[in-house]
């Protein structure tokens, strides 16, 4: 187990590396922030001065350089757009983040895996044909079409949930949140079912696909054979290795909701690190881009290596392989 721990410890620092060459090499000819910061009319000498200010007046390897200097530190520069820390704009922006986050991946699995579960019992049955009819528009309709929908209907029409915002939040001093206020909790709803259609779409299909194999197998027919009740090889035998895979899927997509959550807070204008991004690209905001870009491979990294670490705990055969 330390041996793969180690494994997995120097593959995240490789893949951070190239994450952060990537996105800085990339960003770095997104747009000109001199342009955006200059006031009007500002002379040529001006801009130079402000370009010197920012160190963007050296070569793109010396820039690059520094960054990771900084990186290793814990200081990802500062906003061109906001004149502040980058680390400071992104603590104060993760706390929306990763609640809508959260609250998405706990609606996909609380409903996902029932509803899997109810088609692959019934595979032919008429609630298993429109449950999966019903997934098919979830997971082919675009993420803004539906959070533009989902605003017509129940923000504009009916006037029952906020429409934007994140609404009233309480200040924990290391953490601010919505879940503790009436309306924080109603502004959180319809950004969290757009986010989470997708996700609870392909859990709900993953369960299905899983669970009609594993039913097909040797020793759940042995377990039948024997006499012991439905309720127990279903949702003890069956559905127990089933999920195995849902782990892995899980966790990955909790990593593509925090990095694609974009589209999501951006429709509602959601004041997390999604939209932080998209108004640093407009302004041509290098340094919180490339910061982000860089969080959120840290995310991916963490999240991989604790889905690995988590299949060798569940399944016994993985340790066997590895020892």
Same mark, same amino acid.
């Given at each position: 187990?330390?041996? !793969? ?10 893949? &951070?590396?190239?994450?952060?060459? %990537?996105? *800085?090499?990339? *960003? ?15 002379? &040529?000498?001006?801009?130079?001065? &402000? ?15 520094? *960054? ?49 579960? %109810? ?33 017509? %209907?129940?923000? %504009? ?96 997509? !909790? ?27 407009? *302004?041509?905001? @290098? ?8 969080? !959120? ?9 604790? @889905? ?5 705990? !569940? ?9």
């Amino acid at each position: 187990m330390i041996r !793969v721990v180690l494994e997995r410890l120097a593959q995240a620092v490789l893949v &951070l590396l190239a994450v952060s060459a %990537v996105s *800085f090499a990339m *960003f770095r000819y997104v747009g000109d922030p001199v342009a955006a910061m200059s006031r009007e009319g500002a002379s &040529l000498q001006e801009k130079a001065e &402000l370009r010197q200010s920012l160190g963007l007046d050296r070569p793109v390897l010396v820039q690059y350089g520094a *960054f990771l200097q900084r990186t290793l530190k814990g200081d990802w520069g500062i906003s061109y757009r906001n004149q502040q820390p980058v680390t400071k704009l992104l603590a104060d922006r993760l706390p929306a983040t990763l609640e809508l986050v959260l609250m998405a991946t706990l609606l996909s699995l609380s409903l996902g895996i029932p509803l899997g579960v %109810v088609c692959a019992l019934r595979p032919d049955g008429i609630v298993a044909r429109l449950i999966q009819a019903v997934s098919l528009i979830g997971i082919s309709t675009p993420t803004f079409v539906t959070g533009i929908v989902l605003i017509l %209907v129940f923000a %504009v029409t009916l006037g029952w949930l906020p429409s934007f915002g994140r609404g009233p939040t309480v200040d924990l001093g290391w953490w601010t949140t919505g879940l503790l206020t009436l309306g924080g909790l109603k502004a959180l709803v319809l950004p969290a079912i757009t986010l989470a259609l997708y996700q609870l779409t392909l859990i709900m299909r993953l369960v299905r696909s899983e669970l009609i194999d594993v039913l097909s197998t040797d020793y759940i027919r042995f377990a039948k054979a024997r006499g012991l009740p439905s309720r127990y090889i279903h949702y003890r035998l069956a559905l127990r290795n089933a999920l195995m895979p849902v782990i892995t899927v899980t966790g990955l997509q !909790v990593g593509s909701l925090i990095a694609f959550a974009i589209v999501t807070e951006t429709v509602f204008q959601w004041p997390g690190m999604g939209l932080l991004f998209i108004q640093a690209v407009s *302004f041509a905001d @290098v340094p919180v881009m490339a910061a982000y870009l860089l969080f !959120v491979g840290l995310i991916f990294v963490i999240i991989n290596s604790v @889905v690995d670490l988590l299949y060798a705990v !569940v399944d016994p055969r993985l340790r066997v392989r590895a020892g």
